[in-house]
């Protein structure tokens, strides 16, 4: 299923639009990945255990946004939007949540 940021895919026509859909994940960041995170970002570089866990949560969250198009007869979803936050959860640490938003649509090859 294509999937795009912009309101209108080139070259093609959309002959019916289904409405909006969405999909979200929420993943936790465990306290082995937050503490070498933290020393990570004490002496400077990347976070590969937060990129992964970022990563894993943005596909999760077009997965379930496309599987939501499918079900409504949508080849396409148009204006995608992805949003992250983290939510913090007390003193176990924080959680990742990314959403994914756009409109389902059906296009055609004209």
Known sequence: MLMVTTPIVEGK???K??????G?????????K???AGIRDIVGGRS???ENELRQAKQLALQEMQDQAASLGANAVIGVDLDYET?????????LMV?????AV?????
């Open 106 to 110: 059906v296009i055609s090859g004209e």
């Open 87 to 95: 939510i913090g959860i007390g003193q176990t640490g924080n959680m």
């Open 17 to 22: 639009y289904l409405g909006i859909v969405s």
């Open 24 to 32: 979200e994940a929420i993943l936790g960041a465990n306290i082995f």
């Open 48 to 50: 590969a255990a937060y």
């Open 99 to 103: 959403s994914a938003n756009g409109t």
């Open 34 to 36: 937050d503490f070498f």
């Open 13 to 15: 026509k959309i002959t």
